[in-house]
């Protein structure tokens, strides 16, 4: 278990849960690159079904054994311990000339120059095992990786093309009822230097009895700050935590379900978050700021994830600004089983999923 010890006048008052960090060492890196290399060749994208299809085989081929057995542990350990995200530093090296100038924004990003670090984020998902999957709720579809580029234009929004206020922790597309399993994020580049921000459920030292109207299917889940909530859809409603009542999963976004001016909880809704949210938010991780090549891997139903506010473009050395390039950050989504999700995904792509909100899919499919 990774963790710190929190005083407050020289006693113990709390241990605070961390994430685990892995250094990847050169060989390792070698043995990734080199795998990425041979199935691009193989098969030219990967975005290539046949590629997605056979990932966890194809992991299991290529990827060095620490990280096959630092993966399978991962995806299966729900305990008090396992905080749910991990970080692999220096997973991949990122070649920055190929990349060339971080372009506007994600729409016209050229996906082309990213193709490599999506086969080796797509054989860190298969190791997991996890097939990675597209959601037209986000950017209708976009393909299994999205790029997280900062847009001048929507730099106040809670969404990953902010930049100028805090993205509050959230767990991706809570409005969702099949949302991911698990997240990656590798970073091309963040030569802002951001910090991210990450809130684990098993940062808490016990789910109490004050915790168990969390349980409760009476709170909003909006959709995300870049998606329309129709008035019908306000009325549906979700618990925050499930599963196992000792040590639950958790479906959280504090953006959209405590400061968000276009939905209101009900009272007692309220209430429960906002107590909450007071012991959360001080538990939140904010201590690691990703190079380019790092990758974290997030488990979805138990880790809430965000980064600070920053100015993008422009990087801060003994507090001196200078400019530089614009950060870039890849995401990739992935499900355990296409067969729970069957009925919310194309009839021809079961990699396709077409969910709207909980539990509602998209009416023009």
Known sequence: MNSIKILDNDSITAVKLLPVVIEITSQERRMIKDAAEHLQKKY?????????????QLASYFLPERILNMAADFASDF??????????????????????????????????????????????????????????????????????????????????????????????????????????????????????TLYSIRSHEVIGENYHPLFEPIYKIPKDANLETGMNEEDTLD????????????????????????????????????????????????????????VILVNNHLCAHGRSAFRAGVRHIDGIEHPCERRIMLRMMSKVSLIDMRGHTLTEDPFFVIEEHLGKNFQHF
């Open 79 to 196: 305990s008090k311990d396992q905080y749910g995200a991990l970080i692999f530093k220096g997973l991949m090296d990122i070649d920055q000339e190929n990349i060339g100038n971080t372009p506007a924004n994600w729409q016209s990003a050229d996906y082309s120059k990213f193709n490599l670090y999506g086969f080796a984020c797509a054989l860190v998902h298969g190791a997991l095992p996890s097939k990675p999957v597209q959601y037209y709720s986000q950017r209708k579809g976009g393909g299994l990786i999205h790029a997280i580029i900062p847009d001048e234009k929507m730099k106040e929004t809670q969404t990953g093309s902010g930049s100028s206020t805090d993205l509050y922790v959230h767990t991706e597309d809570a409005f969702l009822k099949h949302q991911a399993d698990f997240l990656s994020f590798m970073y091309v580049r963040n030569e802002e230097q951001v910090p991210s």
């Open 44 to 56: 030219g994208s990967y975005e290539n079904r046949d590629f997605i299809r056979h990932v966890h």
């Open 239 to 294: 618990s925050v935590l499930y599963g196992n009542k000792k040590l639950p999963f958790i479906r959280f976004d504090a953006a959209e379900q405590l400061f968000s001016s276009s939905i209101r909880q009900s009272d007692k809704a309220q209430h429960y978050l906002e107590e909450f949210w007071e012991e959360a938010r001080h538990l939140i991780y904010s201590d690691f700021t990703p190079q380019a090549g790092d």
